[in-house]
Each structure stands twice: as structure tokens, then as C-alpha cells.
């Protein structure tokens, strides 16, 4: 493709991408008005209210998201009075840098901010799903919001549903035939950089994009994704000179009072006496860690797809996460909605089965904590929507049906990716 091509279909997507971001601005406005009319009186939004909180002490007042005062304030604003003991002390546990995502929110009432958040996080979500998935599957990407985890994570205002929406970013633009632009590997890279803020999600997928972009030799997302960790760590000491030693304290209380185990744990502790779930779940997690080295490795030598990585890297992400609440699901709910939307057409029965399935199971996980909360299996109830998530996985990698898939997203005519890979799952 010559320059002159190029400089033609640039102006020609540039008046296109201006409507379409102002239309989607403008709905979010009119959404945020709708949802701040329905609420009235009534508050939701509870991680979101602690970020809020946090946000306005540090950026507006300059004082630490993590000191008591704030903590206090977000107790009374949540409980209406002082957390006790046992309780979620609803304290902000996020590196400060976290709170730049809620920046613009900072200025306004609390239920003007949370009404915007909320419609910002369905339709940003929701958008993104729409143009991420092949034109003949964008029907499922509208149902996306009826997932329990997606559901809550809005509700809650927590930043689960964004990252997820960088990660399928990235693997969305990265997997097409045709180059990911210097534009979106900045923008990608810079994104992923500031989801760091959430390790225990990330840590995994992170490393897994790293190989991926070390495979293409993306150096300039590379480049961009460690400047833009440095950026924002330096802007985290320039606010909060402390706070390593602030956060880390943070999270060492928040594990003891949330009383965080590996999901795995909670599984295996709802069949299996304490030292007997014990020791099988540290074999499981020996065998998990060398089948993750495996994996990268089979890929890396181009022996395996990376749709079936990702897959992989998102159960076992979750199985070992020290705190499965609901949004968490996310870690593995991002790949398998990835792969539905490079389905051929959203009516094959695999992924109206793994779809709806997916869906229908989040809420009765949830339904059976609810049930059970007072009994010694809730955990594991709640947990449970994983082990339909392992089915998926399973087939993924052993189904005859699942060895490949066609081009994987709208806009490419070709049927191999920049790194020399079919797109099979």
C-alpha cells in the first residue's frame, strides 16, 4: 500500500472515528443523566466510592488515599458508621497511580460521578465488544452485561471490567492479519501499564502480552509500556512520596480481614479436611506452573494457538487468586468472550452453549453463596462458576471442532497474523 493510499484511507477514517467517538460521548451524557434520575436517593457503588474518596484526598487535597481519615470517611459513607473488626474496612488498596482513572470525576457530587462511571463502564465495555467481534457474533457482545461479574463489577464501580476491556483490546488489535498501527501500541501499551494497578489480575496476562510482543517484535509497545510504568509509578511518589510502604502495609490488613486464600483453596476446602486440601492444592499448583511454562513454550515455538494461552492463562489466573469475588471472574470470562466474537456467526451451538452457559451459571455461583452464606460451602458456591469455565478449556484444547477458526476479526481479509500464526483455537 503506497503513501498516497494510505494518507486517502486516513482521511477518510478520521471524520468517521470523530462522529462515532461524539455520538458515544453524547450517550454517555444522556445515559448518565437516566441512570442519576433512576437512582434518586439511592447510593450504590461501593469499591467506587473508596476510589472516589482516595482520589479527591490525593489529587485535590494532597494528603495520602491511604490515611485513616479517609478510611473512616469511606466506612461511614458505605456502613454508615465505623467498620468493626471483622469487617470489609473498605479502605483504598490500590498504588495511587490507580486513581487516574476516575480523574475526571473528582469534580463533581458523588452521585453525579458514580452515575457517570457506571454509564461510562457499560458502554465503554459494551462498545468495545461490538467492534471487537466479527460482525456475525456481535449479537452476543450486546448480552455481555447480563454476566454476573460484568454486572456487579459495574454496579460496584470496580476496575475489573476495565482491565479486562485493555486486555481484549490488545489481543483484539494485536491477533489481526495486518500490523497493529505505532498508535495503538502506545495507547495499548500506556493502558496496560496503568493495569498494573491491579497485580494479582494482571501479573499473568501481563507476562503472557510481553512474550507475545517480544515474539512480533513490537518494540515500540514494548518501549512505551515500561515508560509508561516509570511515568506512573513517578507520578505515584510525586503525590504519595510513602506509598510502598503505605500500600504494602494496606494489603497485608486487607488479607486479613477479607481472609484471603486461593480460589483453589476455597474448591478443594468445601470436599477435602484442611491439610489433605492443603496438600493437593499446592500439588495442583505445581502442576499449573509448569503446564503455564509448557504452554508459553509450545506457543513460542508455534506449536499451540495463543487463543488456547489465553484461555489458560485466564483459569489459572483465577484458580490461584487470593480473593475470587464475583468481578474477579473476569480474569477468565475475557478469553472465552474473545473467542465467541471470532466465531463465524453467533447462533453456532458451541458458543451458544459456552455463552449462555457462562452466563446462566454466574448467576446460580451467585445464588448458591447467597443461599449457603451461612454455611461452610458458601465460598465454594460462589466460586464455582470456574469449573464451567475448566469444561470450556478442556474442549478448547481437545475438541476436534475447536482446532480452528476462520479470520478472527472484522476488517481482515487474510487468514494469518503479523507473526506467521493461523488464527485456531
Not at 459495574?154 to 495486518?178: D, E, K, W
Not at 510482543?213 to 513490537?218: E, F, G, T
Not at 504494602?248 to 491439610?275: D, H, K, T, W
Request: with cysteine.
Amino acid at each position: 500500500m503506497n503513501r498516497q493510499t494510505n494518507s486517502r484511507l486516513l482521511t477518510n477514517k478520521v471524520p468517521r472515528a470523530t462522529a462515532l467517538g461524539s455520538g458515544l460521548l453524547i450517550f454517555v451524557a444522556v445515559f448518565t443523566i437516566f441512570i442519576h434520575a433512576a437512582l434518586g436517593e439511592t447510593r450504590l457503588g461501593a469499591d467506587f466510592y473508596t476510589f472516589w474518596l482516595a482520589g479527591k484526598a490525593m489529587f485535590l487535597e494532597h494528603s495520602s488515599p491511604y490515611s485513616p481519615d479517609v478510611t473512616l470517611q469511606s466506612q461511614a459513607g458505605i456502613y454508615g458508621r465505623s467498620a468493626a473488626a471483622g469487617e470489609d474496612q473498605v479502605a483504598f488498596a490500590y498504588p495511587p497511580f490507580s486513581l487516574l482513572a476516575i480523574l475526571p470525576t473528582l469534580w463533581m457530587t458523588f452521585d453525579w460521578a458514580y452515575a457517570f462511571w457506571l454509564a461510562l463502564n457499560i458502554v465503554g465495555f459494551l462498545t468495545l465488544l461490538f467492534f471487537l467481534f466479527r460482525p456475525a457474533s456481535r449479537p452476543l457482545s450486546l448480552t455481555a452485561i447480563l454476566f454476573y461479574p460484568v454486572f456487579i463489577c459495574c454496579v460496584t464501580g470496580n476496575f475489573s471490567v476495565l482491565i479486562a476491556g485493555i486486555i481484549l483490546l490488545f489481543f483484539g488489535l494485536a491477533t489481526r492479519p495486518v500490523k497493529i498501527s505505532a498508535e495503538a501500541q502506545v495507547f495499548t501499551a500506556l493502558a496496560l501499564a496503568w493495569a498494573a494497578a491491579k497485580p494479582q489480575f494482571t501479573w499473568l496476562f501481563t507476562t503472557f502480552i510481553l512474550l507475545f510482543v517480544l515474539k512480533q517484535r513490537l518494540y515500540l509497545f514494548l518501549g512505551a509500556y515500561f515508560a509508561g510504568l516509570a511515568g506512573l509509578l513517578a507520578l505515584s511518589f510525586a503525590y504519595v512520596p510513602g506509598w510502598v510502604v503505605e500500600w504494602v502495609a494496606r494489603i497485608q490488613q486487607y488479607a486479613g480481614y477479607v481472609n484471603s486464600r486461593p480460589v483453589i483453596s476455597e474448591l478443594l476446602g468445601a470436599f477435602l479436611p484442611g491439610q489433605a486440601a492443603l496438600l493437593l492444592g499446592g500439588a495442583i499448583l505445581a502442576s499449573c506452573s509448569g503446564l503455564t511454562a509448557w504452554f508459553f513454550y509450545r506457543w513460542w515455538k508455534g506449536e499451540m494457538s495463543w487463543l488456547k494461552v489465553l484461555a489458560w492463562v485466564g483459569l489459572a489466573t483465577y484458580l490461584f487468586h487470593l480473593h475470587g469475588i464475583a468481578y474477579e471472574q473476569m480474569t477468565f470470562l475475557a478469553p472465552l468472550m474473545l473467542w465467541a466474537g471470532m466465531q463465524e456467526r453467533w447462533s453456532v451451538r458451541p458458543s451458544l452453549f459456552f455463552w449462555f452457559g457462562s452466563l446462566a451459571i454466574s448467576w446460580l455461583a451467585f445464588t448458591g453463596g447467597l443461599v449457603l452464606a451461612s454455611g461452610p460451602h458458601s465460598l465454594a458456591a460462589d466460586r464455582s462458576a470456574v469449573l464451567f469455565n475448566a469444561v470450556w478449556v478442556a474442549w478448547l484444547f481437545l475438541s476436534k471442532n475447536g482446532q480452528s477458526t476462520p479470520q478472527a476479526f472484522p476488517g481482515a481479509k487474510a487468514t494469518r497474523n503479523n507473526a506467521g500464526e493461523d488464527f485456531q483455537v
